[in-house]
């Protein structure tokens, strides 16, 4: 279990772990997410994360993409609102989200970039 009570979520096609981070957190979001609603899942889950992150002081939060083979446009649309989410908070406290990317995979080259451009200097894609 990670500090902030995070639950893992693991699905027939995706998981999702949350662990401590030596400056934060770890997302860890592997498999496949086609589901027609994607947001019944990420949404909850994203607003946990950034609810107990703001409440905790967590000050970075590590995304690891290289596993995730897929995600539709439905899904793209649930971290957009979870960056967006982070720039109507007060700068005092703000956390910043790197997300690690395969770029191998066209989907995450294509779409993750555009995410740092709702959150300036909060986002960044490695």
Same mark, same amino acid.
């Given at each position: 279990m990670?500090?902030?009570g995070i639950n893992d979520i693991v699905k027939e096609k995706m998981t999702i772990r949350v662990e401590d981070d030596t400056d +934060? /957190?770890?997302?860890?979001?592997?498999?496949i997410i086609d589901m027609?609603?994607?947001g019944i899942i990420l949404d909850p889950f994203f607003q946990s994360v950034h609810?107990?992150?703001?409440q905790n002081n967590?000050?970075?939060?590590?995304?690891?993409?290289? +596993? /995730?083979?897929f995600l539709n446009s439905s899904g793209i649309k649930c971290l957009a609102k979870w960056v967006l989410s982070l720039s109507q908070v007060s700068e005092d406290k703000r956390y910043k989200i790197i997300i690690k990317q395969n770029p191998t995979i066209t989907w995450q080259k294509t779409s993750l970039i555009t995410l740092t451009f709702?959150?300036?200097g909060l986002i960044s894609v490695v």
């Amino acid at each position: 279990m990670n500090k902030l009570g995070i639950n893992d979520i693991v699905k027939e096609k995706m998981t999702i772990r949350v662990e401590d981070d030596t400056d +934060g /957190l770890l997302i860890t979001i592997d498999g496949i997410i086609d589901m027609e609603d994607p947001g019944i899942i990420l949404d909850p889950f994203f607003q946990s994360v950034h609810q107990s992150s703001i409440q905790n002081n967590i000050r970075k939060i590590n995304v690891n993409l290289t +596993g /995730l083979s897929f995600l539709n446009s439905s899904g793209i649309k649930c971290l957009a609102k979870w960056v967006l989410s982070l720039s109507q908070v007060s700068e005092d406290k703000r956390y910043k989200i790197i997300i690690k990317q395969n770029p191998t995979i066209t989907w995450q080259k294509t779409s993750l970039i555009t995410l740092t451009f709702a959150a300036p200097g909060l986002i960044s894609v490695v």
